[in-house]
Nanobody, 124 residues
Framework: QVQLVESGGGLVQAGGSLRLSCAAS????????MGWFRQAPGKEREFVAV????????YYGASAKGRFTISRDNAKNTMYLQMNNLKPEDTAVYYC?????????????????WGQGTQVTVSS
């Protein structure tokens, strides 16, 4: 059974940093991409960033470019999202997800597996 478990969320002041983790288990993810999405109250779930589990290649959404860094540790089966210079508009529940490589990684409907989410709150 595939499990994705996020951690690392919390309350931080604007300009601060957080590192989210996503621990993956239950299958081999070598042919998968792993993504981060976020959902603010009253808004749709938004693509943040994605990483190819095998190659390490990355792609970022507009809100993440220049401030967030996605990475993974294959040995630990864990993906990370380093978030710097956080802004109040980054407040959301952050989800990690897994999708077979080759699909459009921006489309949340194409992800097969999801974590339960972790809350990030940025105060002004």
């Amino acid at each position: 059974q595939v499990q994705l478990v996020e951690s690392g969320g919390g309350l931080v002041q604007a300009g601060g940093s957080l590192r989210l983790s996503c621990a993956a288990s239950g299958r081999t993810f070598s042919n998968y991409v792993m993504g981060w999405f976020r959902q603010a109250p009253g808004k749709e779930r938004e693509f943040v960033a994605v990483i190819n589990w095998s190659s390490g290649s990355t792609y970022y959404g507009a809100s993440a470019k220049g401030r967030f860094t996605i990475s993974r540790d294959n040995a630990k089966n864990t993906m990370y999202l380093q978030m710097n210079n956080l802004k109040p508009e980054d407040t959301a529940v952050y989800y990690c997800a897994a999708s077979p490589a080759g699909r459009n990684p921006v489309l949340r409907a194409l992800y097969d597996y999801w974590g339960q989410g972790t809350q990030v709150t940025v105060s002004s």
